[in-house]
């Protein structure tokens, strides 16, 4: 039995790089452990992001949860917004991270990249600091990512290091990473040199696959994905990075391993490798987007399980709290 914990920010249109490197994955985790499960909403605000947008994605995002097969009672859903503990946390971590270590991160340069540079958050930058106080805050030593997210991890368990050496006893867990054995990066399906994200700049969509597109928008950018001219479905990301990512759908859709699927593909052309890649998303997405809608209609039983888990998550942050408050002399 382990503490578990991942997240997902309200950022826009999920994604079916979110739904496999991420929250399809959350189940299997709530049999056998202690599960906690949120929406990153004050993540969200590390870019510009409409008020009403926010509100509604937060919705969503619980939705896309219960869809996947999460269950209130066996996982603690919550909101991060709702822990006012985790602000707490935040503030007394942030002396004992580096800025050459925050600087560092992959993520940073990306998305700084984008912004004017004269307006980058400080909040971006210390993005890293909020997700570690994410997962002291209950325990977690397993956290399920996406490859994009690893770094972080990683991150979080350096500031553990650092931090319990220091006071000399166990305060904050070490957390570790786990990511799917396929489908931790999924990449755009015009640029698959580039991750598929839900922050895509407009001209950009079509590369990518949102969970509440209709099937025959799915079919459609699928049918039209970026390949090469060689005809052979083969992986090899670095050759054939079109081919190598619809590999990676299917087999995470399918749930079969990659030699395999290049086996039944021997021989086929793009058009018939295309179209069963577009039938496995549909094949799973199809149902799951059935559910979503269902749930998301309700947005008063969405609030009460937001409430009930704030409950036990407040309960579970308060003991992190109290311990660390007393070992830096805060108590
Ligand atoms: N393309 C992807 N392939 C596999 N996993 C992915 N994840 C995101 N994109 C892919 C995983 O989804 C989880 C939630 O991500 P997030 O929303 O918290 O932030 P992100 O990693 O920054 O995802 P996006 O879609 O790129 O969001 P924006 O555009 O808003 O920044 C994470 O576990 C992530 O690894």
């Given at each position: 039995?382990?503490?578990?914990?991942?997240?997902?920010?309200?950022?826009?249109?999920?994604?079916?790089?979110?739904?496999?490197?991420?929250?399809?994955?959350?189940?299997?985790?709530?049999?056998?452990?202690?599960?906690?499960?949120?929406?990153?909403?004050?993540?969200?605000?590390?870019?510009?992001?409409?008020?009403?947008?926010?509100?509604?994605?937060?919705?969503?995002?619980?939705?896309?949860?219960?869809?996947?097969?999460?269950?209130?009672?066996?996982?603690?859903?919550?909101?991060?917004?709702?822990?006012?503990?985790?602000?707490?946390?935040?503030?007394?971590?942030?002396?004992?991270?580096?800025?050459?270590?925050?600087?560092?991160?992959?993520?940073?340069?990306?998305?700084?990249?984008?912004?004017n540079q004269k307006k980058i958050g400080v909040g971006l930058f210390a993005y890293p600091v909020l997700m570690a106080a994410d997962i002291f805050m209950y325990d977690a030593e397993i956290v399920p990512v996406g490859d994009d997210q690893i770094q972080h991890v990683e991150l979080a368990h350096d500031i553990a290091k650092r931090f319990n050496s220091r006071y000399n006893a166990k305060l904050l867990s070490m957390p570790k990473s786990v990511t799917p054995k396929v489908g931790?990066?999924?990449?755009?399906?015009?640029?698959?040199?580039?991750?598929?994200?839900?922050?895509?700049?407009?001209?950009?969509?079509?590369?990518?696959?949102?969970?509440?597109?209709?099937?025959?928008?799915?079919?459609?950018?699928?049918?039209?994905?970026?390949?090469?001219?060689?005809?052979?479905?083969?992986?090899?990301?670095?050759?054939?990075?079109?081919?190598?990512?619809?590999?990676?759908?299917?087999?995470?859709?399918?749930?079969?391993?990659?030699?395999?699927?290049?086996?039944?593909?021997?021989?086929?052309?793009?058009?018939?490798?295309?179209?069963?890649?577009?039938?496995?998303?549909?094949?799973?997405?199809?149902?799951?987007?059935?559910?979503?809608?269902?749930?998301?209609?309700?947005?008063?039983?969405?609030?009460?399980?937001?409430?009930?888990?704030?409950?036990?998550?407040?309960?579970?942050?308060?003991?992190?709290?109290?311990?660390?408050?007393?070992?830096?002399?805060?108590?």
């Open positions: 039995m382990a503490r578990i914990l991942s997240g997902v920010k309200p950022t826009g249109k999920m994604t079916l790089g979110n739904y496999i490197g991420s929250f399809r994955n959350f189940p299997s985790f709530q049999e056998d452990n202690e599960s906690y499960i949120f929406v990153a909403d004050i993540h969200a605000l590390t870019l510009p992001i409409d008020p009403a947008n926010l509100r509604s994605t937060t919705y969503d995002v619980i939705s896309f949860y219960l869809a996947a097969g999460l269950d209130p009672n066996k996982t603690v859903l919550f909101k991060q917004s709702d822990i006012k503990e985790v602000a707490v946390l935040n503030s007394i971590l942030i002396n004992y991270i580096y800025m050459g270590e925050l600087s560092r991160m992959t993520q940073f340069k990306a998305k700084s990249a984008k912004l931790k990066r999924i990449m755009s399906l015009q640029d698959p040199l580039h991750k598929m994200s839900k922050s895509d700049d407009p001209k950009k969509q079509k590369g990518v696959i949102y969970l509440q597109d209709s099937e025959k928008d799915i079919r459609k950018k699928i049918m039209s994905a970026i390949t090469d001219s060689e005809a052979v479905v083969r992986f090899d990301p670095e050759k054939k990075p079109g081919i190598s990512n619809l590999l990676s759908i299917y087999c995470a859709m399918k749930k079969v391993e990659i030699s395999d699927a290049e086996k039944t593909f021997n021989n086929c052309n793009y058009g018939v490798f295309k179209k069963a890649v577009a039938d496995a998303v549909m094949e799973e997405i199809g149902p799951f987007q059935k559910k979503f809608f269902a749930y998301r209609s309700d947005e008063k039983k969405l609030d009460e399980i937001f409430e009930q888990g704030a409950i036990k998550a407040r309960q579970a942050a308060s003991v992190v709290l109290e311990r660390v408050k007393k070992a830096v002399g805060l108590k």
